[in-house]
């Protein structure tokens, strides 16, 4: 009987350690978004120079996933400012393997050059965009993609159903900004990406949520690391 009491005071403690540990990761979370808004911390860092709007513990990521696949293809929806891209690219030299292609709306003046980055205007769901990067998917070994256009869960949901075939096995959908609607920022943003990723999920079996991208506590992209894990990686 004293044992059983100890194991659950333990257990409790434990609960409560865990739960005093997402309190502190989430509210430092919350302060360093929002901090953005006065022209700090992740509105504030470059790359080599180019403005690149992500959390660096995620970039840190990256960089050990792209080491890890050696995609021969990223695609990238959401360009901006071309920060990421180059840092895609960047890495993509380090390895001596890969291209990134990025997809926006928008043409940018000063977005980095690179030979290995292609740039695409259009919107990442339209056919003409979607055919090209399924030319060119097609013919890469290994292909890893991106989200970072519109945050709206019905076009982030209908990119994930029309990149998630470009996927190979092994590789990765990741879906960026998926801490808001209060996950644990911008509570007022309504249905995102997190929403667009639960839904996914429901009709993708092959994907899967890989936590272990998250060990470094605080990601803009939780539950967004989607490892594809089908046989084949173009469907047919």
Known sequence: MQTRTLARRAQRRLEQTKGYRTQVINRFHRL????????GTWHSIHFLGVPIWKNPLDLWVYQEILFEIKPAL???????FGGSAYYLAKVCDWLDRGRVVSID??????????PRIEYLTGSSTSDVILTKIGNLA???????????????KD????ELRS???????GSYIIVEDTNVNGHPVNKKFGPGPMEA???FLLEAPEFSIDRSREKLLMTFNPRGFLRCNRDNGLSS
């Open 163 to 169: 990149y998630s075939p470009f996927v190979t096995s």
């Open 197 to 199: 990723v639960d839904s």
């Open 138 to 152: 097609r013919d890469a070994e290994t292909v890893l993609v991106i989200l970072d256009s519109c945050h709206e």
């Open 105 to 114: 709306i928008e043409e940018q003046s000063g977005r980095p050059l690179h």
């Open 32 to 39: 360093w978004y929002r901090k953005a808004g006065q022209g």
């Open 155 to 158: 076009h982030v949901l209908a």
């Open 74 to 80: 990223i695609v990238e929806s959401g360009t901006s």
